[in-house]
């Protein structure tokens, strides 16, 4: 029975799936804006010059927050695709070009950060993980309930909490989101480090 319930439980383990939660991009316009006017001019828009030096505009399908400077740079972020991204981006562009910037353009698309979560449904040991990846692991719980895990020294990170709870950021790409997904499901499997299955 007990090796049955390992058995149930690793193949729970390689069925969680993350899901995303917010995609961060970023493009060049390509010419000098004028916020204030873009203000006066699209709907959806915030700009307080003494408050932000950014154009805060909003789309609802999808559902995007840009930052726009007077530099031409954007900073997209609330999507969960590089679609959709991308798709938010082009609707706030026409915007743009409809206060008068018609030579704005798209230029230099860049997915900046990924964030995902898994969440495995059962509770995890911290301290199995801190053991095995001291290395590259961070695990302070007077200070903060998470252990951060960057494997292999990436500049991406794994946030692992007790309850079995896992915030993944600071991946550039989809593929790098399923490299991470496949690294932390090795490493429970390898580790068995879920409540009932430690070894230490």
């Known amino acids: 029975k007990l090796e049955d319930n390992k058995e149930r439980m690793m193949k729970k383990i390689a069925n969680v799936s993350p899901r995303v939660q917010n995609v961060v991009c970023t493009i060049d316009l390509g010419i000098i804006l004028d916020l204030k006017k873009i203000a006066l001019k699209a709907k959806n828009t915030e700009f307080n010059s003494k408050r932000f030096h950014a154009l805060v505009m909003r789309s609802r399908d999808p559902k995007a927050t840009a930052l726009i400077f007077k530099s031409g740079k954007m900073v997209c972020t609330g999507t969960k695709t590089e679609n959709d991204g991308k798709e938010a981006i082009t609707k706030f562009l026409k915007l743009i070009k409809q206060a008068g910037f018609y030579n704005a ?3 230099n698309f860049q997915i900046r950060n990924i ?20 290395n590259c692991c961070m695990y302070e719980p007077e200070i903060f309930p998470g252990l951060v895990l960057r494997p292999d020294n990436n500049k991406a990170v794994m946030i692992i909490f007790s309850s079995g709870k896992i915030v993944m950021t600071g991946l550039k790409s989809f593929d790098e989101l399923k490299r991470m997904q496949n690294k932390l499901t090795q490493i429970m499997v390898d580790l068995k480090i879920f409540d009932g299955l430690v070894r230490l």
């Open 105 to 107: 353009g798209m230029k």
């Open 115 to 134: 964030v995902a979560t898994t969440d495995f449904k059962m509770p995890i040991t911290l301290d199995a993980i801190l053991y095995a990846y001291r």
